[in-house]
């Protein structure tokens, strides 16, 4: 079993949905991330997080770390979000190594 | 030029070639990554570089051979791969410790 797993592994959206992505893991983390792969490869970094909620424009990342649990929101969703959306995190003691979930592929219709 | 770039984008290479990856950083980090991104797999670190000096290196082959000469430069030198080692290759660099990665593009190999 991956110490990150990530849920649904596929979700597809009519634009405007909200969506959600969630990721459990079931070890001591540091901290958290939510990066995403467009096709073709390249991967941004969404949200790096330890507690708490983040936002950026339509992207909202929340984290329980009581819970080993992590979501991450994407408001009035839009064609352009259509991303692989993957969920690392930083295992206690790794320094900065990331242990990386199996990705969400998300594809948002117009 | 800015943030981590990565060359060849594509490389198709025979079982007995020798070749190698190329990253670069203009980010000022001082920690490299190599990460394999394999279809249907989640991806794998393989190499960590903090200040030019190997830090990690997460049971990778020997036909891998990472190259971090400075802080800005990292490479990956490829030899006698197997058909099992096509994936995609990320390069990625932080400041050294805890902090967000930066992702290159991705080099793209098939073996054959």
């Known amino acids: 079993k991956n110490e990150v797993e990530q849920s649904p592994q596929n979700l597809t959206a009519q634009e405007g949905e909200f969506i959600t992505i969630n990721c459990s893991y079931s070890?001591?983390?540091?901290?958290l991330h939510w990066l995403q792969q467009h096709p073709g490869g390249g991967i941004v970094s969404l949200f790096m997080l330890s507690s708490g909620k983040k936002k950026h424009g339509r992207l909202i990342a929340t984290i329980n770390i009581q819970e080993k649990h992590s979501s991450l929101h994407i408001t009035a969703s839009h064609p352009r979000d259509s991303a692989v959306y993957i969920c690392a995190v930083r295992l206690n003691n790794a320094g900065n190594m990331l242990t990386f979930g199996g990705g969400t592929r998300l594809m948002v219709k117009p | 030029e800015t943030g981590v770039t990565q060359t060849p984008r594509h490389l198709v290479m025979g079982m007995t070639n020798k070749k190698s990856l190329k990253c670069e950083q203009h980010?000022?980090?001082?920690?490299m990554y190599w990460y394999k991104q394999s279809a249907k797999k989640p991806l794998e670190l393989m190499f960590v570089y903090n200040f030019k000096e190997q830090t990690e290196n997460n049971s990778v082959p020997s036909r891998f051979s990472p190259e971090c000469p400075n802080s800005s430069h990292l490479f990956l030198h490829l030899h006698t791969l197997q058909p099992e080692d096509s994936a995609l290759y990320l390069c990625a660099s932080s400041r050294a410790g805890a902090y967000e990665q930066y992702f290159g593009p991705g080099t793209r190999l098939t073996v054959t």
């Open positions: 070890v001591g983390i540091s901290a």
């Open positions: 980010l000022g980090h001082n920690a």
